[in-house]
């Protein structure tokens, strides 16, 4: 018999405690849109943008090394740096889908297709300069085999930017009248 002095039995031990385990819980985050268009990027429109911008470095670099710094030479020069800045500058608009968000008021595919058209027709009177210029001249002949493709490169993205702009119902000529036109 126990007098309540001594210790306590077996049956009146406390059960040993366990270690529960810790749990951490992320907070509900919601999924993020990716901010680059990776479509884009990969599709032929970034493929082209790309092309177009290496061509426009070549023509300016050969323009650049040639022996006779003339006037042709300065044309060349200017068309093919002023469609290299504004070509990355277009990539970049493309790759972080940047028209929907700041060209709302502005017919970005018609401004584009604009673009894209008066610098073929640059790139074909810089390409005849550089032609006309480069006997003699190694630097100014491979401008010249390099201002005729990039014009190609340029022409071939003006049908791209026609058919975006024919199809999305803004700018002149466009603008409201998909709906209402029928043939006859």
């Known amino acids: 018999m126990s007098s309540g002095t001594g210790s306590p039995g077996p049956a009146h031990q406390p059960a040993p405690i366990e270690a529960m385990p810790t749990v951490y819980r ?79 008021n502005i017919p970005f595919k018609f401004s584009e297709f604009c673009y894209y058209a008066m610098f073929t027709v640059f790139y074909f009177i810089s390409g005849v300069v550089a032609a006309c210029y480069a006997t003699g001249n190694p630097a100014l002949s491979a401008a010249a085999f390099f201002t005729f493709a990039s014009m190609l490169v340029f022409g071939i993205d003006i049908y791209y930017r026609f058919d975006a702009w024919r199809h999305s119902n803004e700018g002149p000529f466009f603008s409201g009248m998909a709906h209402n036109v029928t043939m006859p």
């Not at 943008?49 to 042709?72: G, N, P, R």
């Not at 044309?75 to 790759?95: D, K, R």
Request: glycine share 6%.
């Open 26 to 104: 992320e907070p509900a985050q919601e999924p993020t849109e990716n901010p680059v268009d990776v479509d884009f990027l990969r599709g032929l429109g970034g493929i082209l943008k790309i092309i177009e911008m290496i061509l426009s470095l070549v023509v300016f670099i050969c323009a650049s090394a040639s022996s006779y710094h003339t006037d042709a030479c300065g044309w060349i020069q200017f068309v093919s740096m002023t469609a290299f800045v504004v070509t990355v500058m277009l990539y970049i608009f493309h790759a972080f889908k940047l028209p929907p968000k700041f060209t709302k």
